[in-house]
């Protein structure tokens, strides 16, 4: 199967320069968007004509458009999908890997990766050093605090980032390297972009989600997994009440994080904790990092956007860190 060009420009980018000089961004941007939707279909509908094939994988630098991956979900002829973390070339050494492993011991199945947090790991003695390094006035410290201390807070609209256990690997925040928040309250928005993120006020967030409570939030009639955010899906009315800072603005669909117990039993307890202290099973999730800085990965990191934001607390590794007034 492939994508052939018909009548192509001789000098693509002059050509659509002048072709679009008086449109908006916003406009181009959405066209761009549909007709990337109509031909991800087609190639889809055609690849399953010709190989019977209902089972669809999507890889690739466009497997990170979440809006590609649900019309194709939402396809008649898809029975189930699967969009991976990474799509880029960092994946090739696995697949690479993988491969290899397949022609040397074809008698041994090969397991899928049963989660992403394969990047390093900070104990606690790593984490009071970078306390100690950077600690100064005006901050609290708990050592290992209880999740529903860290839950009430949340529940308050506190906004608390977490540095916790092995960092994830791929283009996802998945909640060891992240900011949380409620998403019932649509000022948390503000608040993220004002005093954290600083991002453009259209760039949404994304909600991280109970496994348990997946169909009280998600439009999902075939059950696809979404562990790694690489899905969109259409939200239900109670989402629209508890997840609505983690919902786009423009029509309320989500890129969730649906987490299950086996896949981070650390952070399913603390969402468990949000839950009793508020019947909510989701928080806001977006990646630990000021806005053009990359994420953090070490406890200095962390520790160094925490004091360079407005962040009300910090989750390390056995340790809690608040301001003064929280």
């Known amino acids: 199967m492939e994508i052939k060009f018909t009548n192509p420009d001789k000098d693509l980018f002059f050509s659509m320069k002048n072709r679009l000089k008086a449109v908006r961004f916003d406009g181009i941007a959405a066209g761009l968007q549909y007709f990337c939707e109509d031909i991800s279909k087609q190639w889809v509908k055609n690849c399953i004509q010709e190989t019977g094939l209902s089972s669809v994988v999507i890889s690739g630098g466009v497997a990170m458009n979440i809006k590609i991956n649900k019309v194709i979900m939402e396809l008649p002829e898809v029975e189930e999908i699967f969009v991976g973390p990474s799509g880029g070339d960092e994946s090739l050494s696995a697949g690479a890997a993988y491969a290899l492993w397949h022609d040397l011991y074809p008698q041994i199945p090969l397991k899928p990766l049963e989660n992403t947090y394969l990047g390093p790991a900070y104990g606690k003695q790593e984490s009071e050093k970078a306390i100690s390094e950077m600690f100064s006035d005006g901050f609290n410290i708990v050592e290992d605090p209880p999740d529903g201390q860290v839950a009430r807070m949340l529940a308050r609209g506190r906004v608390i980032a977490r540095a916790v256990g092995r ?96 896949d981070n039993p650390r952070l399913h307890a603390l969402l ?28 200095q990191d962390s520790m160094k956007t925490f004091l360079n934001s407005g962040l009300d607390g910090l989750l390390l590794e056995g340790f809690l860190i608040t301001r003064n007034e929280i």
């Open 167 to 262: 960092m994830e690997y791929g283009a996802r925040s998945l909640g060891n390297r992240s900011i949380l928040a409620n998403a019932s309250d649509y000022r948390t928005i503000r608040k993220i972009n004002d005093q954290i993120k600083r991002r453009d006020f259209w760039m949404p967030f994304a909600p991280i989600i109970l496994a348990e409570r997946m169909k009280d939030y998600v439009v999902n009639p075939k059950n696809i997994l979404s562990p790694f955010m690489t899905m969109g899906f259409d939200s239900t009315e109670l989402a629209k009440q508890h997840l609505r800072a983690g919902l786009h603005p423009a029509d309320d669909s989500m890129r969730p994080q649906i987490l299950q117990q086996s």
């Open 272 to 299: 468990l904790a949000y839950e009793k202290e508020t019947g909510m099973g989701g928080l806001l999730n977006t990646s630990l990092n000021l806005h053009g800085e990359p994420i953090c990965c070490t406890p």
